[in-house]
């Protein structure tokens, strides 16, 4: 859905929404796992005649699939996604509304409310991101959001914003950043799902799905992987779906530089004739040692 214009609260201000997020076509594969979690999340969201739904948080180490968690729940329910990417520069007024010079010559400024208020107007879901980088002062903003009231109070708007009861709420943080969030706010997130690292099987099945032009080769170089993953982790701790990702497409794209000619093609290109940057088709397999370029590129820095 695009940004569209809203009518606000008693007083009838018009307002522009914030756009929802939309994944690229071929952003992602098919979800893979996550059974249990799906089920509590889902069941966290199911409004009952006399029990509001709840706002979860989601809490795990960086990359491990909390996002896509999120999105796979906008896709299976059919709602609208806005998402609100916390830090620390965030202010209580953020998470509400802002204002933007106006594109109406009548005008000088326009309303946009915030991917939370948009939500709440249209039914849709709102995800905070990283909710542990904002600071109390701004969260406070959530206490009425959180808990039976359901409303939101903006001080720019001058209006108080009553959430649609299709509305639904979820937050995500790092595990590190947990302990930064307010109690006011951490009693008002429930229930707590622990997003930990997926099992090598789903990782291996991400990868197959998202990867299909080198699916001929994927089982002997996800095994190239996995050796050189456990003989360099010495923790033992297992890689994210995200670290794992990246490498593959780093060795697809180390294939496909030497395809398009390499070190000799690059010394030689100029503005006249430049090294082509877009791979408008799988130029070749990647290779065993294009999995090794990436995993040294990537990771042997920073596990050894």
Known sequence: MGREQLEI???????????????????????????EELKLLTAAWIAGKNALPLSPLLIGEPGVGKNR?????????????????????????????????SDNDSKIMDYVVSPLVTAMITGGICFIDEIGK??????????????????????LLSERVEAHRGFRFV????????????????SRLRPLIKIGYPKREEINSIIKRQFLSHA????????????????HSEDGREPSTRDVIHLFALATSLSDYDALGGNSTLKTAD????FPLEATKRLCSITSDHIRMAFTELFTGQID
């Open 134 to 155: 904002i600071r109390p002062r701004a969260l406070a903003l959530l206490v009425s959001v959180l808990d039976e009231r359901r409303y939101i109070d903006s001080i």
């Open 271 to 274: 503005s006249k004739s430049p």
């Open 9 to 35: 609260g008693a007083g009838k201000k018009r307002a522009w929404s914030s756009d929802a997020y939309i994944p690229s076509p071929g952003s992602f594969g098919s979800f893979v796992g996550r059974e």
């Open 171 to 186: 937050a995500a943080t790092n595990t590190g950043d947990i302990n930064y969030l307010p109690e006011f706010i951490r």
């Open 216 to 231: 001929d080769k994927l089982d002997e170089l996800l095994r190239d992987f996995w050796d050189l993953w456990d003989k």
């Open 69 to 101: 968690l999120v999105y796979e729940m906008a896709r299976r329910t059919g709602r609208d996604l806005y998402i609100f990417q916390g830090h620390e520069d965030v202010t209580s007024e953020d998470l509400a509304c802002s204002v933007r010079f």
